[in-house]
């Protein structure tokens, strides 16, 4: 049965969807004004004045995209939400099946295949004709949709699996579900951590040795000089898709993986490909990745325990719609979702901040072991200057958005060594 009238946690949900929209918007807004300022005078030189305004107004594109596709998407959402959408979809779901199981994974495999579907234009305008009209996108359809059928595959066999268990802990364990699944995310990001890169990349890209050379020669002699165990340092064809460069560190122990974007070697000398390599190893180092996966598995922790003292209250399903005394998982699960908004943004908060710390020490230490940070300053602003970046980002969309510092605060870190 259907609810009549809208509940008083429904009214709470739609509080938090409305408030979430209009901070974005509010620090879209702030943002979109700090083209008028001008360029900072350790950036100069970043920018010709026609390279300025053609960064100027690929933003404005992709803000008035994003504005787009916030708006269209909070609104869906309401709409779902009022017209009681979610439940409906739920007695569809049930009269296929009674298993707790089945139905959770005909519901979220159907919302998120729907989600895609409604998405895709949006996607497709942002890759097709705005990244394409600034020069970056490389993407054919053919690999578009080799991606999207690989993610598909991907996320019904992965997510699937997950879900399945996930909800089997439910039914079967109880009060102590919560500790069940948090041991299960726990192995599984230890999982992923480690074989990311080389089980899940080389399915969408391909992954080749850095080879003999000077930049080799270069890098391992760094890696000797800070004792790094360099055993895997890969090349992607990161411009089988975009001209936007980059380069990460992942895995753990053996595992351990530095990838390096043919965009990058592209456009690097040596010496900052050296650098850029310095402030990944930075990382490892610092154990970054180490610090912040403990934190994500806490955090999960605590998400998982207070979910366990809501989910199965009836008043959640009753928020999205359906009229019942009896909880129904997966219409509790999205309702807790949804209410637990505001502690995500703040929880969101403090990644970013403690990611940008990351960021500063990473290059501290590349300048430190490299001798200069000279490289790494020009590698960053080439960067920077490639990818048409903001060099005047807000200060507050920087807070709540920011995982690495602005160029501008990474140069004068870098400076004041």
Request: aromatic letters at 14%.
């Amino acid at each position: 049965m259907i609810t009549t009238g809208i509940s008083s946690i429904t009214l709470i949900i739609i509080a938090f969807i409305l408030f979430d929209f209009i901070l974005e918007t509010i620090l879209d807004i702030l943002n979109a004004k700090t083209w008028n300022l001008p360029i900072p005078k350790e950036l100069a030189g970043i920018y010709d004045e026609e390279k300025y305004a053609k960064a100027r107004q690929y933003h404005q594109a992709r803000e008035r995209l994003s504005t787009i596709t916030t708006v269209f998407s909070t609104l869906l959402l309401l709409a779902f939400l009022l017209l009681k959408g979610f439940a409906y979809v739920h007695l569809e779901v049930a009269q296929i099946s009674h298993s707790p199981i089945v139905q959770a994974l005909l519901f979220f495999g159907g919302f998120a295949l729907v989600s895609d579907i409604i998405g895709m234009p949006f996607e497709w305008y942002g890759i097709f004709k705005i990244e394409e009209k600034f020069g970056f996108n490389k993407m054919t359809w053919k690999t578009y949709i080799a991606d999207k059928i690989k993610g598909y595959l991907l996320g019904a066999i992965i997510g699937g699996i997950l879900l399945s268990l996930f909800v089997w802990f439910y039914t079967v364990a109880g009060n102590k579900f919560w500790l069940y699944a948090w041991i299960l995310f726990t192995v599984f990001t230890l999982f992923f951590t480690m074989f990311y890169t080389t089980w899940i990349v080389p399915i969408f890209n391909k992954l080749v040795p850095l080879q003999e050379g000077t930049l080799r020669e270069k890098i391992e002699a760094f890696a000797q000089k800070v004792n790094f165990p360099l055993t895997n340092i890969f090349v992607i064809d990161g411009s089988k898709r975009s001209t936007k460069a980059n380069a990460y560190f992942s895995g753990l122990g053996s595992k351990k993986t530095i990838v390096l974007f043919d965009t990058l070697i592209q456009e690097q000398t040596e010496e900052e490909l050296v650098s850029v390599l310095a402030h990944e190893v930075g990382h490892y180092k610092m154990k970054h990745i180490q610090k912040g996966m403990l934190i994500g598995i806490a955090q999960m922790g605590i998400i998982l325990f207070i979910l366990q003292l809501f989910i199965n209250k009836p008043e959640l399903s009753q928020a999205l719609g359906l009229q019942t005394d009896v909880p129904v998982f997966h219409l509790g699960l999205i309702a807790f979702s949804l209410l637990y908004s505001p502690i995500s943004l703040l929880t969101g908060i403090f990644m970013n901040i403690f990611s940008r710390k990351n960021e500063f020490e990473a290059d501290t230490y590349a300048q430190q072991n490299t001798g200069t940070g000279e490289h790494l300053i020009s590698a960053l602003k080439k960067l920077s200057a490639n990818n048409l970046s903001n060099l005047n980002p807000n200060k507050w969309y920087v807070f709540f958005h920011y995982s690495h510092p602005p160029l501008l605060e990474r140069v004068k870190n870098l400076m004041n060594k």
